[in-house]
């Protein structure tokens, strides 16, 4: 009899449960909208960040949830943009294309060294001890962490120790430039075609006892660059390049330069090429 008992108690018991949850179930549960998935899918699924979200799923979540703009997939580009605008309901918004790029060339060959690295070969890691071993503090470190983080293989290391950008697979999502401990890499309008391949922020004698091709803060550039997209006050260690502005060449400033700071990203590429290790 007591046994009979305790299996109606236990019974009871379990069917009290299973009907609690099964109510607790209807109650708490949240609809999930079937756009998310379908977002989701569209987008590229590097979970690089580019968008501002933590991956592209957060990413999807926030367009269908929040409506958040539909053009901050960098990576997806203008196509994915357009997909997401459709599936979402909302008027498309055109994806401003840019890519990564690096303002320093002054490699193994050009930066003095400040001391001997035996640690981790990681531009993070070294960064920590005494801001690395390069005598400019602002420049490449070279131990090749910006490759290492491409979610696209768009990075390789030179021989002469600074990155070297592909600007066919580069899809300008921004992981290189949040894991550079000294912030060298910008993100530029695709198409950008010379640039400012300096960051030192010491000024003359000083840069010339640790790089050969450092800015020395002469003010030249922007003299002889009529158009304004080269500016400088006074006190600035660095010009302010605007390489928005529509028509300028650069060239005076790529001529006059006494450090040669301005390349065309063209030309420091093909530089660079062959001490690029192939298979890499």
């Known amino acids: 009899m007591s046994v009979l008992l305790a299996v109606i108690v236990l019974s009871t018991l379990g069917l009290l449960l299973g009907l609690g949850l099964a109510i607790a179930n209807r109650v708490f549960t949240v609809e999930t909208d079937p756009r998310i998935e379908q977002v989701?899918?569209?987008?590229?699924?590097?979970?690089?960040?580019?968008?501002?979200?933590?991956?592209?799923?957060?990413?999807?979540?926030?367009?269908?949830?929040e409506g958040a703009a539909t053009n901050l997939c960098v990576?997806?580009?203008?196509?994915?943009?357009?997909a997401v605008a459709r599936?979402?309901?909302?008027?498309?918004?055109?994806?401003?294309?840019?890519?990564?790029?690096?303002?320093?060339?002054?490699?193994?060959?050009?930066?003095?060294?400040?001391?001997?690295?035996?640690?981790?070969?990681?531009?993070?890691?070294?960064?920590?001890?005494?801001?690395?071993?390069?005598?400019?503090?602002?420049?490449?470190?070279?131990?090749?962490?910006?490759?290492?983080v491409c979610p696209f293989d768009a990075i390789t290391m030179s021989d002469n120790g600074l990155p070297v950008i592909d600007r066919v697979k580069c899809t300008g999502c921004g992981?290189?430039?949040?894991?550079?401990?000294?912030?060298?890499?910008?993100?530029l309008p695709l198409g950008t075609d010379v640039i400012l391949a300096c960051s030192n922020r010491d000024r003359g004698a000083a840069v010339k006892k640790i790089c050969s091709v450092g800015c020395i803060s002469c003010m030249i550039c922007a003299k002889v660059t009529v158009s304004g997209a080269v500016?400088?006050?006074?006190?600035?260690?660095l010009p302010t390049?605007?390489?928005?502005?529509?028509?300028?060449?650069?060239?005076?400033?790529?001529?006059?330069?006494?450090?040669?700071?301005?390349?065309?990203?063209?030309?420091?590429a093909a530089a660079v090429e062959q001490s690029v290790p192939r298979g890499v």
Request: glycine share 12%; proline share 6%; hydrophobic share 35%.
């Open 40 to 65: 989701d899918a569209a987008l590229p699924q590097v979970n690089c960040g580019a968008c501002g979200y933590s991956g592209c799923l957060p990413y999807a979540e926030a367009l269908v949830r």
């Open 75 to 82: 990576p997806g580009g203008t196509e994915t943009a357009r």
């Open 87 to 148: 599936i979402v309901g909302v008027a498309f918004a055109e994806t401003l294309p840019v890519q990564a790029y690096v303002h320093c060339h002054g490699g193994t060959t050009e930066a003095r060294q400040a001391f001997d690295y035996d640690g981790i070969a990681d531009c993070r890691a070294a960064a920590l001890v005494h801001g690395g071993p390069k005598a400019c503090k602002y420049g490449c470190l070279g131990f090749g962490t910006c490759p290492k």
């Open 175 to 187: 992981v290189c430039v949040r894991a550079c401990p000294v912030g060298i890499i910008e993100l």
């Open 231 to 237: 500016t400088m006050v006074k006190g600035d260690a």
């Open 241 to 268: 390049v605007h390489y928005d502005v529509q028509g300028e060449t650069f060239d005076k400033a790529i001529e006059k330069c006494p450090m040669n700071c301005y390349v065309r990203v063209g030309a420091c």
